[in-house]
Antibody, heavy 118, light 113 residues
Framework: EVQLVESGGGLVKPGGSLRLSCAAS????????MSWVRQAPGKGLEWVGR??????????EYAAPVKGRFTISRDDSKNTLYLQMNSLKTEDTAVYFC?????????WGQGTLVTVSS | DIVMTQSPDSLAVSLGERATINCKSS????????????LAWYQQKPGQPPNLVIN???TRESGVPDRFSGSGSGTDFTLTISSLQAEDVAVYYC?????????FGGGTKVEIK
């Protein structure tokens, strides 16, 4: 059974940083592209970005609102996906989901809440 | 970016009746070389992550009841719930994965009348 467990969310001040983790199990992580999707409170889904598997170049793409501030990375030895978030803004407040990525997102974690507030 | 527009924003349907959700993309998501529409549908219940219901516009995911069906091609798509059940109350999102950035529709809330 595929399991994705996010962690690292919390309350941070504007301009601050936070690193989210997503621990994966139940599938061959190094053979999977992965993505982050966020959802602001009471709002819809917003794609944050995706990382290809290392054998496919490991390339990363980002949505425009986070490009230059967020970094997606992976550690295949730990079956873990990361989202480093810098220069956080109040509008980054959201639940952040990690998900497997085949263009569409088949498997999702439960999400972790990030609140950016002074 | 491809803009995905869903309609209606919400709908209330009686138990056992049909629910129809529309999704329109600002450009075609049909890839001509393989004749596939890069369009997915998700169901999200309160407090839960989204659940993939349909991909490639019309392929139902394993375990999804056959009352759910997807149709359409190019820029216009529909998710139909043929006989609404209480457990289908949720917000439904369409998503294009034809190109990055992947984009979602704004969501349609389905309730019981």
């Amino acid at each position: 059974e595929v399991q994705l467990v996010e962690s690292g969310g919390g309350l941070v001040k504007p301009g601050g940083s936070l690193r989210l983790s997503c621990a994966a199990s139940g599938f061959t992580f190094n053979n999977a592209a992965m993505s982050w999707v966020r959802q602001a409170p009471g709002k819809g889904l917003e794609w944050v970005g995706r990382i290809k598997m290392n054998t496919d170049g490991g390339t990363v793409e980002y949505a425009a609102p986070v490009k230059g501030r967020f970094t997606i990375s992976r550690d295949d030895s730990k079956n873990t996906l990361y989202l480093q978030m810098n220069s956080l803004k109040t509008e980054d407040t959201a639940v952040y989901f990690c998900a497997t990525y085949s263009g569409y997102n088949k498997d999702w974690g439960q999400g972790t809440l990030v609140t950016v507030s002074s | 970016d491809i803009v995905m527009t869903q309609s209606p924003d919400s709908l209330a349907v009686s138990l056992g009746e049909r629910a129809t959700i529309n999704c329109k993309s600002s450009q075609s998501v049909l890839y001509s070389s393989n004749n596939k529409n890069y369009l997915a549908w998700y169901q999200q219940k309160p407090g839960q992550p989204p659940n993939l219901v349909i991909n490639w516009a019309s392929t139902r995911e394993s375990g999804v009841p056959d009352r759910f069906s997807g149709s359409g091609s190019g820029t216009d798509f529909t998710l139909t719930i043929s006989s609404l059940q209480a457990e289908d109350v949720a917000v439904y999102y369409c998503q294009q994965f034809y190109t990055t950035p992947v984009t979602f529709g704004g969501g349609t809330k389905v309730e019981i009348k």
